[in-house]
């Protein structure tokens, strides 16, 4: 089955050139293009696409707030969010990851990341293997005025569960945490499931922004 995109930005330029690249790849169908967040939210109720990318900084309603309400629904059929940008260290971005986006790639990366960005979201998984990710999430995640992760919040963890989460925060995939805590790929995945829901997280990006949050991990325990 294709991916279904909607794309959000308000440069019709910049959509036309984003829906080029994503149909150049034979399992992506673009469904749809909005100018601002107002129509994104509008669209995705009528489309409900696989994945959004989502400009950010648009008139009307920014991509934050369309972010914010799209993924508000809490369903299993929510798309997944891809937020566009043209700041490697944005704290718009930042918010976007905590609210729920999947990751975030710039406006000026080459078409084979585009189209591996949105195969990587679209079947679940968060875009963070970008070193820069991990420096936004470090930079916005130290500041004094950030609302931190209440520690009630990980008590509901089992210390292998607190593991799983240092190892997510990390970096490192499924597969990896399985090779590094000698068990099975399957059962990294489902230690994974049960954290992001007993912490109530959409997806590893927004576990790995508790984790900055919390404490639980520092900046010297992250992995590029």
Do not use: C, W
Not at 27 to 47: P, R
Not at 81 to 108: N, P
């Amino acid at each position: 089955m294709s991916i279904r995109v909607l794309i959000v930005d308000d440069q019709a330029l910049v959509r036309a050139g984003f829906r080029v690249l994503l149909e150049a790849s034979s399992d992506i169908d673009v469904i749809g293009e909005a100018e601002n967040g107002e129509q994104a939210i509008q669209l995705a109720a009528e489309l409900s696409p696989d994945v959004i990318l989502m400009d950010i900084r648009m008139p009307e309603m920014d991509g934050l707030e369309a972010t914010r309400r799209i993924l508000g629904e809490k369903t299993e059929t929510a798309p997944r969010v891809l937020v566009l940008t043209t700041f490697g260290a944005d704290e718009y971005v930042y918010e976007a990851l905590r609210i729920g986006a999947s990751g975030f790639l710039l406006k000026d990366t080459d078409p084979a990341q585009l189209i591996a960005g949105v195969h990587i979201v679209a079947r679940g998984d968060a875009l963070l293997s970008p070193s820069v990710t991990r420096r936004l999430i470090t930079e916005f995640a130290a500041r004094p005025d950030v609302r931190r992760a209440h520690p009630k919040e990980l008590e509901a963890l089992t210390e292998r569960e607190h593991e799983i989460l240092t190892l997510v925060a990390a970096g490192l995939s499924n597969d990896e945490i399985a090779g590094q805590l000698f068990i099975s790929p399957a059962t990294a995945k489902t230690h994974v499931s049960r954290v992001m829901m007993k912490l109530h997280a959409r997806d590893r990006a927004q576990l790995v922004v508790m984790a900055y949050e919390s404490g639980l991990v520092t900046p010297g325990l992250s992995a590029d």
